[in-house]
């Protein structure tokens, strides 16, 4: 008798033996084609304390801008809300918020306090549809009492937000976009948030400045101006004056930094012809990379291989987009008709962003749009199809929205979509402002 | 002598049979001539079927309406497919004649030379063990408790929520728990999954199940086919999908694991 139950114990002792081994984890099975609906956000107005309605509504609406945005959120209409706003967790019933009309299937709310002179804001979010543990978020912040400040905060809790339900998404709230505008009658370069706040000027050469690009860590943007002759020349935000860059002599444009900020590459016509050179960050260490009649302009960087480089080639005649690697080697052309400019490769590396006039010349169409193209297979799509002239995109570092100047109202300004071409949005609308350039900080 | 002898005495009659073997031979002829025009003249038929105006060109049809076989949609009733099922075959016992049996002298059996001694019975071939039917296998107690083959065994172990181990009741939970994580990841994959590297012929209802880990960090990693769709663009844009992405964001502050597991299928 024994015999026979050890007989029913030994497998189960090598289960008892291997529990520690066996880690089990845990599964999600899921498939493509279940549904990728945006996200149903309900985002009501934070609840004010005494005194602090001003900063309150400044907060409130620079949320809802930013989750709008974003492209991620299919945003309650705030006309559905309970009329009860919840401040604390413990008002928030989430059956409520569940049911129609509002149908949310994720909450943000909170409350903003102003007490000597400092803001106080606490923001929660919360999944409706799990009542046992609802919450996903739950911040405070603290900052001096000024609408200024109580913006960064509603941008910061906006990419927490975008972060936990986009999937890993850095949130651009808090990014910036550099420009050219004339409003102080020359050109030069500006600086605005990513929603056309704050618009700022950067430079003031009192000469003619042209195409800012920031470097990856925002602490430097280098332009091209006219000082005797085209130069590049580069501004350090952190110290808030032009720095040194080299003097090349021939008419020197485009500069770009590539993807870890130890290089620039830029258009040079100091060899007669205008070529692509890379430097160091104060224009040593030359080295030139085109080596073909015909203008090559307009280098950008693949950033996250900082291993190729898109620009703009007239050697066949109407400027082209094309593909080298770094060394110069492996020339690829990307475009086959048309007049192909400004290029600008995505954070991911996969994407080229240019402005296309596909029918050009004598008797065509010619309109000039924004286009997308898939590097691997040289597949595009037209991003913009309203009319104007379409110029100069640049990507966002989250690979998910683009800015570009286009003269569709009239004149030229600064406008942002998403990269899928929709939510086109006005940026600026003061003087002429052209150039966008999108800086991670 | 000049005699011309009377050979013949009497006539030969040929007028009769001339005129019988001509009036033949034109009847004949005639008869030729009149099978051949009955049979093979056409009054104004045309070639190339019935088209009126008599412009006889032929109508070519589109390469598509000519019905080239489907590809075979594998159908998913274990009747009807190439699957082993769900039953397996028994090994077929090797009867062995018990020892001390004589082998019967057949017919045929002349004395061979006997080479060498064939070498000792093999063993009875054990049952080879089932690989196929972990494919067939109904998945049970997955993330969940062990299956209760152990647990009602009269054993006194505990199985509780033992920490480190076997997660009992939790596991399997964290679609519930987090269910805007996997809509995150299922949004994350389909936007990277590019449709245009699949074979434009493959029939829709094809599904690539892809199995890979999420690390703590949110990078995926240890990405495999669990089950092939059959159709190789498939389930390369599969895996491509997966490598464009860098991480889904890290895994939610009150998850506890250090992984997740994912299948995730695609569908064309």
Redesign the interface.
């Known amino acids: 008798m024994h015999f026979s139950m050890l007989r029913?114990?030994v497998?189960?002792l090598f289960?008892?033996v291997s529990?520690?081994l066996?880690?089990?984890?845990?599964?999600?099975?899921?498939?493509?084609?279940?549904g990728?609906e945006k996200?149903r956000l309900a985002v009501p107005d934070f609840k004010a304390g005494q005194g602090s309605e001003s900063l309150a509504a400044a907060f409130d609406q620079t949320l809802w801008n930013d989750l709008y945005q974003s492209g991620l959120f299919d945003l309650v209409s705030k006309s559905f809300n309970p009329t009860q706003a919840p401040g604390q967790p413990s008002e928030v019933q989430l059956n409520v918020w569940a049911s129609p009309p509002p149908s949310a299937?994720?909450l943000a709310f909170g409350n903003i306090n102003v007490a000597n002179n400092e803001v106080t804001v606490q923001g929660w979010l919360y999944?409706v549809?799990?009542p046992q543990?609802p919450q996903?978020l739950g911040k405070q912040y603290k900052n001096g009492a000024t609408v200024e400040n109580t913006r960064l905060i509603a941008h910061k809790f906006a990419d927490e937000i975008i972060?936990?339900?986009?999937?890993?998404?850095q949130g651009i709230a808090e990014s910036k976009i550099y420009f050219i505008s004339t409003r102080t009658g020359h050109k030069e370069v500006w600086v605005m948030d990513y929603d056309g706040s704050n618009q700022k000027p950067v430079t003031h050469l009192g000469s003619i400045v042209l195409s800012p690009r920031a470097s990856p860590d925002g602490s430097r943007v280098a332009f091209s101006w006219m000082s005797n002759g085209w130069e590049i020349g580069i501004y350090s935000t952190e110290l808030g004056r032009p720095v040194n860059f080299a003097r090349l002599g021939g008419t020197n444009s485009a500069p770009a930094f590539s993807g870890d900020g130890t290089k620039l590459a830029f258009s040079s016509s100091r060899s007669g012809d205008p070529e692509i050179y890379t430097s160091d960050t104060t224009g040593g260490n030359l080295k030139r990379l085109t080596n073909v009649k015909g203008p090559d302009t307009s280098p950008t960087w693949n950033p996250k291989t900082n291993a190729q480089i898109a620009f703009v080639s007239g050697r066949t005649g109407l400027p082209q987009i094309y593909t080298m690697d770094v060394d110069g080697s492996n020339v690829v052309k990307m475009t086959d008709q048309g007049y192909a400019i400004s290029p600008s490769w995505s954070p991911?590396g996969?994407f080229l962003v240019f402005a296309w006039t596909r029918h050009y010349g004598p008797g065509a169409p010619g309109a000039q749009d924004i286009y997308i193209m898939?590097v691997a297979?040289h597949?595009w799509v037209q991003l913009t199809h309203d009319g104007g002239r379409n110029d100069f995109p640049s990507w966002a570092p989250d690979g998910r929205h683009i800015v570009f100047q286009s003269s569709r109202s009239g004149r030229e300004e600064i406008w942002s979509m998403l990269a899928d071409g929709s939510q086109q949005t006005q940026l600026t609308t003061n003087g002429t402002n052209s150039m966008p350039n999108w800086s991670a900080k | 002598m000049a005699v011309r002898a009377e050979i013949f005495e009497e006539h030969e009659r040929w007028a009769p049979s001339l005129i019988a073997s001509t009036v033949l031979h034109v009847g004949l002829t005639a008869a030729i001539v009149f099978t051949g025009w009955a049979n093979f003249h056409h009054a104004g038929e045309n070639w190339g079927g019935d088209t009126s105006g008599g412009g006889g060109a032929m109508s070519a049809t589109l390469v598509s309406a000519i019905p080239l076989p489907h590809p075979v949609e594998e159908s998913q009733n274990v009747l009807a497919n190439d699957s082993k099922g769900l039953s397996q075959a028994q090994p077929t016992v090797k009867e062995t004649p018990p020892p001390d049996a004589i082998a019967i002298a057949d017919k045929k059996a002349k004395e061979k030379p006997q080479k060498k001694a064939p070498p000792a019975p093999r063993d009875q071939k054990k049952p080879k063990p089932v690989e196929e039917a972990r494919n067939n296998e109904i998945p049970y107690g997955e993330g969940g408790p062990v299956g209760s083959m152990y647990s009602n065994s009269g054993t006194n172990f505990a199985m509780g929520n033992t920490k480190g181990g076997i997660s009992v009741g939790q596991g399997g939970d964290f679609g519930n728990r987090y269910s805007y994580y996997v809509d995150a990841v299922r949004r994350k994959i389909t936007e990277n999954w590019l449709r245009y590297e699949i074979d434009p012929h493959t029939p829709p209802g094809k599904r690539t199940y892809i199995t890979f880990d999420i690390n703590r960090d949110g990078s995926p990693s240890n990405v495999r086919i669990e089950q092939s769709s059959g159709i190789p663009s498939l389930d390369i844009s599969a895996q491509r999908a997966l490598q464009r992405i860098d991480t889904f964001g890290p895994l939610p502050g009150g998850y506890s694991g250090n992984k997740v597991s994912v299948e995730f299928y695609f569908e064309r």
Not at chain 1, 22 to 34: E, F, P, R, V
Not at chain 1, 163 to 169: A, E, H, P, Q, V
Request: proline share 5%; hydrophobic share 40%.
């Open positions: 029913k114990f497998p189960a289960l008892i529990l520690p066996i880690a089990q984890t845990d599964w999600i099975k899921t498939g493509t084609n279940l990728v996200v299937s994720m999944d549809k799990n543990t996903v972060f936990r339900l986009g999937g890993g998404i991911n996969q898939d297979s597949q």
